[in-house]
């Protein structure tokens, strides 16, 4: 598989509508790819707040209908990020889209957890409650987004439900950049499976980005990795590996913890 990971530079100096122009362009622009994958919130920025509910649109907003054109002209399965998504009946929610190549809405995924604590996200947006598969000709995709990242027991429950590449836009800030890297990797190596993490690049509400957007293989090996700054990392890795290495080295199997209630 090929799959492109677009590290989008979120400056406040750029209008949503102008970024989203941009963006979907930058998408079109990876016909050939098997997969193409967008950062968290690239239209406000994960730490620009105050515009989250100004900024926040229904699942089917203007975001839903760039993105869907755009992978169906490109012909490829686009993870399009996440956008805060307006609910009619209930909060906003930070909620991801994956689009396949005809343009068809394949999933949406609202971020289980908010980052915050007891501020911005956290209390500005409800929590999603499902874990979200999709099956691609290849691979089944496990989806998750940024702050997920260090929660190791959301990514069981993925695999358990069959993930063998796990997906995860991120807004992480440059501070964390150590932890950004050392999580992806530790995701890849404990449920040997692909990860293919897309940071934001840029500052936005005075945030550095960290940008290092990365593809990890099953081992916990760097297949990729960004600079900082906007880029298009693009990568070609082997989905059977996933099998191989879990054939090779079968620690899943080992599991004790988490698959059924204790004894009493």
């Avoid at 979907?24 to 050939?32: F, K, M, T, Y």
């Avoid at 956008?83 to 068809?104: A, K, M």
Wanted: proline share 7%; net charge negative.
């Amino acid at each position: 598989m090929r799959a492109s990971l677009l590290q989008i530079d979120v400056n406040e100096g750029e209008s949503v509508e102008s970024r989203r122009v941009r963006v979907a362009s930058l998408v079109r622009e990876q016909a050939g790819a098997d997969l193409v994958v967008l950062p968290e919130l690239w239209t406000t920025g994960a730490f620009a707040y105050e515009g989250f509910g100004t900024e926040a649109e229904p699942l089917e907003g203007p975001t839903y209908e760039a993105m869907a054109k755009a992978a169906s002209d490109a012909g490829v399965w686009l993870h399009a990020g996440s956008v805060p998504e307006r609910d009619p009946d209930g909060p906003l929610y930070n909620t991801s889209l994956v689009f396949s190549p005809s343009g068809d809405l394949a999933a949406a995924y609202r971020k289980i957890h908010r980052f915050g604590f007891d501020k911005g996200e956290a209390v500005l947006m409800g929590a999603g409650r499902d874990l979200v598969t999709v099956r691609l000709p290849d691979t089944t995709l496990g989806l998750a987004t940024c702050y997920d990242l260090r929660f190791p027991e959301l990514f069981r429950g993925l695999v358990d439900a069959g993930a063998e590449t796990l997906v995860i836009p991120a807004g992480w800030p440059e501070r964390r950049r150590a932890h950004w890297t050392l999580l992806a990797q530790a995701r890849a190596v404990e449920n040997q499976a692909y990860v293919l993490a897309c940071g934001t690049a840029g500052t936005h509400a005075g945030v550095p980005q960290a940008g290092h957007s990365i593809v990890v293989d099953p081992w916990g090996e760097v297949l990729a990795q960004a600079g900082p700054g906007e880029e298009v990392l693009t990568v070609e890795f082997d989905p059977g590996r996933v099998a191989v290495t879990r054939d090779q080295f079968p620690a899943l199997k080992d599991r004790v913890l988490g698959l059924d209630p204790p004894r009493r």
